[in-house]
């Protein structure tokens, strides 16, 4: 409703409104008490006036001290049936301050409220305006317009409804509340879940960089001297590795377009992610041929496409130890590739693809393996492994150094959720 939320958004208005809902019916009782006496107790009308302005300034602050309010108006109405014998329409105050406590304090504290006024009043009551004959009463000097019968009625059943409206909106307000909490949860659950996905997003570009730079130019490097050494002994070579280059060179450039092209502006509209480029490992060795390393690819069992995830995978963790054998043992005699089926399945194991890239001949390679690189080659080459649900392992062998990697060709999304 216009006024419900009007009033929500306005709780001063609220507040207000209240207040003249007590003050001016009651304001109108104590005027015509003044106006019509003629009995010389004008002073009553004037008291009423001004235990009706009390009660009202009181219910102006109800929202801000809910309890302190209702002791207040408790002990109005005691005063005014102990001096005028009149309630002075303070049940209905008294019903004003018990909701504002049941709507904003638990439920155990608005029953103590509602039986500490009632138990007040309803004395009071019971003391100075019943017919009961009390010896320590005042002598009845006026006639009283209110009676105890009517009086308890009233405040008994205001407070009742009071306390029922209070408290359900005081749930209503709880449920809202938490719905409010749950979305802020939820909205702070996306924010971080969207900055995660940027952070692999990021993560991933900076994988594909390095693949790009780290290969790319290690291999370019290496074709350009070669080509520079064989460029007055052997023209012909040197113009085939300076071929090789420029291949090389426009590849990375490729791929380079390729990576960057997911670093678009905010505004631009959602794309899925850039695929990574598929590596023939055929023309990798040769490329890696080319810049003079003796590369030679061996295959056991059914080795799976290079189409299949698990596979790219693998083929990339060659081109990475391969580009760190050309980087830091350009001299090795034998460098080799192996790839090996594993399928023990039928013995209750998985089907594994094992990886293994050994260079030998080159002991002058291992010092500056150790002391040269930022190891980030290798973080790269374990966590692709891991994706796949396998292991890699890197160290020196002999006279040279050998990654040996182990990835998962089987689903292995089951086991690693249970």
């Given at each position: 409703?216009?006024?419900?939320?009007?009033?929500?958004?306005?709780?001063?208005?609220?507040?207000?409104?209240?207040?003249?809902?007590?003050?001016?019916?009651?304001?109108?009782?104590?005027?015509?008490?003044?106006?019509?006496?003629?009995?010389?107790?004008?002073?009553?009308?004037?008291?009423?006036?001004?235990?009706?302005?009390?009660?009202?300034?009181?219910?102006?602050?109800?929202?801000?001290?809910?309890?302190?309010?209702?002791?207040?108006?408790?002990?109005?109405?005691?005063?005014?049936?102990?001096?005028?014998?009149?309630?002075?329409?303070?049940?209905?105050?008294?019903?004003?301050?018990?909701?504002?406590?049941?709507?904003?304090?638990?439920?155990?504290?608005?029953?103590?409220?509602?039986?500490?006024?009632?138990?007040?009043?309803?004395?009071?009551?019971?003391?100075?305006?019943?017919?009961?004959?009390?010896?320590?009463?005042?002598?009845?000097?006026?006639?009283?317009?209110?009676?105890?019968?009517?009086?308890?009625?009233?405040?008994?059943?205001?407070?009742?409804?009071?306390?029922?409206?209070?408290?359900?909106?005081?749930?209503?307000?709880?449920?809202?509340?938490?719905?409010?909490?749950?979305?802020?949860?939820?909205?702070?659950?996306?924010?971080?879940?969207?900055?995660?996905?940027?952070?692999?997003?990021?993560?991933?570009?900076?994988?594909?960089?390095?693949?790009?730079?780290?290969?790319?130019?290690?291999?370019?490097?290496?074709?350009?001297?070669?080509?520079?050494?064989?460029?007055?002994?052997?023209?012909?070579?040197?113009?085939?590795?300076?071929?090789?280059?420029?291949?090389?060179?426009r590849s990375a450039l490729g791929d380079?377009?390729?990576?960057?092209?997911?670093?678009?502006?905010?505004?631009?509209?959602?794309?899925?992610?850039?695929?990574?480029?598929?590596?023939?490992?055929?023309?990798?060795?040769?490329?890696?041929?080319?810049?003079?390393?003796?590369?030679?690819?061996?295959?056991?069992?059914?080795?799976?496409?290079?189409?299949?995830?698990?596979?790219?995978?693998?083929?990339?963790?060659?081109?990475?130890?391969?580009?760190n054998t050309l980087r830091y043992a350009?001299?090795?005699?034998?460098?080799?590739?192996?790839?090996?089926?594993?399928?023990?399945?039928?013995?209750?194991?998985?089907?594994?693809?094992?990886?293994?890239?050994?260079?030998?001949?080159?002991?002058?390679?291992?010092?500056?393996?150790?002391?040269?690189?930022?190891?980030?080659?290798?973080?790269?080459?374990?966590?692709?492994?891991?994706?796949?649900?396998?292991?890699?392992?890197?160290?020196?062998?002999?006279?040279?150094?050998?990654?040996?990697?182990?990835?998962?060709?089987?689903?292995?999304?089951?086991?690693?959720?249970?």
């Amino acid at each position: 409703m216009p006024i419900r939320r009007y009033l929500a958004q306005h709780p001063q208005v609220a507040d207000v409104a209240i207040a003249l809902w007590f003050v001016a019916p009651s304001m109108t009782n104590a005027l015509l008490v003044v106006a019509g006496d003629t009995t010389g107790t004008a002073w009553r009308g004037w008291a009423f006036v001004v235990v009706t302005l009390a009660a009202g300034a009181l219910l102006l602050r109800r929202r801000q001290a809910p309890l302190l309010v209702a002791s207040g108006i408790a002990l109005l109405g005691v005063a005014s049936m102990a001096l005028l014998r009149d309630s002075s329409s303070l049940e209905l105050a008294a019903a004003f301050t018990v909701y504002a406590v049941a709507a904003t304090r638990p439920g155990w504290l608005a029953w103590s409220v509602l039986g500490a006024q009632a138990i007040a009043m309803l004395g009071a009551a019971t003391l100075f305006l019943s017919d009961i004959p009390v010896p320590s009463a005042r002598p009845v000097e006026f006639d009283s317009s209110t009676s105890f019968g009517p009086f308890s009625s009233v405040l008994i059943l205001g407070q009742l409804i009071a306390i029922a409206v209070g408290t359900g909106v005081r749930g209503r307000r709880q449920h809202v509340a938490d719905l409010v909490a749950r979305a802020n949860a939820l909205a702070r659950d996306r924010e971080h879940r969207s900055q995660l996905a940027v952070a692999a997003e990021r993560e991933r570009i900076a994988h594909e960089m390095h693949d790009v730079v780290a290969h790319s130019l290690t291999v370019m490097v290496a074709l350009a001297e070669g080509a520079r050494a064989a460029s007055a002994a052997d023209p012909a070579r040197s113009h085939d590795a300076l071929v090789a280059l420029t291949a090389t060179g426009r590849s990375a450039l490729g791929d380079m377009r390729r990576v960057l092209g997911v670093l678009r502006d905010s505004d631009e509209p959602e794309s899925a992610p850039a695929p990574a480029r598929a590596i023939v490992l055929d023309d990798l060795a040769d490329q890696f041929r080319a810049a003079g390393l003796p590369v030679r690819v061996i295959a056991r069992g059914d080795v799976p496409p290079p189409s299949m995830p698990a596979r790219a995978a693998a083929d990339r963790i060659v081109q990475e130890a391969l580009t760190n054998t050309l980087r830091y043992a350009p001299e090795a005699e034998a460098v080799i590739v192996e790839l090996r089926r594993r399928d023990e399945r039928e013995a209750g194991g998985q089907d594994w693809l094992d990886v293994v890239i050994a260079d030998h001949g080159s002991p002058r390679a291992r010092p500056p393996r150790r002391g040269l690189g930022t190891g980030r080659g290798i973080i790269g080459m374990r966590e692709r492994a891991a994706m796949h649900g396998g292991t890699l392992t890197a160290g020196p062998d002999g006279d040279g150094w050998r990654v040996h990697a182990t990835l998962r060709l089987d689903d292995h999304t089951e086991d690693a959720a249970g």
